[in-house]
């Protein structure tokens, strides 16, 4: 088995991140590596169990306040943006149903925390960033943002509107020294992932044993889960001076998914 790559040089000393869903999964790695790079980061979650867990290794250079929050708090959501210089936004569930079975509620719920939150939060981060010049938006979007599967109409709406809100928050932050851009992956190592499993098997009508390899991983080239860690090292990319010129875009980690 090879050796992991060294983690990206990334110095974030004086910076305030804010990372939404950062008490488990992709959210939990991007607090964690933002604040290994010396960020102030803002862990925002519903689940005060998983933020009181978040603990930094002794070698970190900055530090996790962790913020309890339920992003359908619209309010909320915008006041907790104020001040930051870096926001991630990746807070999500996942519903996997026929479309003429979702439940509405569930629909509007997923699309408020999934698409309207972000806005609420881009909204609330802009005007510290705009005043000082610098700011970096990274949106975890999805594979789904590009490219639509069956039994997930929410999910994929939202991350398609996703995709759009932060092309559009590019085009306005760029004459402010701001970037906007999405990080696209494919099946992340999750709870959320593993939480839908008896679902795919159902909607498929498959054994759960066999949801991997014939529902997740059926499109992807690279045969396995992305690993939480690889997707965190992409938004630390996206954070860093290197890529000041990268804005308006996706950062696909996908596997080769979308080269079909």
């Not at 991007?30 to 980061?41: D, Q, S």
């Not at 996790?64 to 870096?86: F, M, R």
């Not at 795919?200 to 529902?215: D, F, K, M, N, S």
Request: net charge negative; glycine share 8%; proline share 6%.
């Amino acid at each position: 088995m090879s050796t992991p790559p060294a983690p990206l040089a990334l110095d974030l000393h004086g910076r305030t991140a804010l990372v939404t869903g950062a008490a488990s999964g992709i959210g939990r790695a991007c607090a964690l590596r933002l604040a290994e790079a010396g960020a102030r980061v803002r862990a925002v979650d519903r689940d005060a169990a998983g933020l009181a867990a978040l603990t930094l290794p002794a070698t970190a250079a900055g530090s996790i306040e962790p913020l309890v929050l339920d992003l359908t708090d619209l309010a909320a959501a915008e006041a907790a943006a104020h001040g930051v210089d870096v926001l991630v936004n990746n807070a999500g569930f996942q519903r996997v149903s026929p479309l003429e079975e979702f439940p509405p509620e569930v629909f509007h719920t997923m699309l408020t925390v999934l698409l309207e939150a972000p806005f609420r939060l881009i909204r609330g981060a802009l005007p510290h960033m705009y005043g000082q010049e610098w700011g970096r938006i990274v949106n975890i979007s999805s594979v789904h943002g590009l490219r639509a599967s069956p039994y997930k109409s929410a999910y994929v709406a939202a991350k398609h509107g996703l995709e759009g809100l932060s092309k559009t928050a590019a085009l306005e932050g760029a004459p402010h020294g701001v970037t906007s851009n999405c990080v696209s992956p494919g099946y992340v190592r999750t709870p959320i992932v593993e939480r839908q499993t008896a679902d795919q098997a159902a909607a498929h009508g498959i054994p759960e044993e066999r949801v991997l390899t014939e529902v997740l991983l059926r499109d992807t080239a690279v045969k396995r889960l992305l690993d939480a860690a690889e997707v965190a090292e992409a938004v630390c990319y996206l954070c860093s001076p290197q890529a000041s010129f990268v804005t308006g875009t996706s950062l696909v980690l996908d596997g080769g998914w979308t080269a079909h």
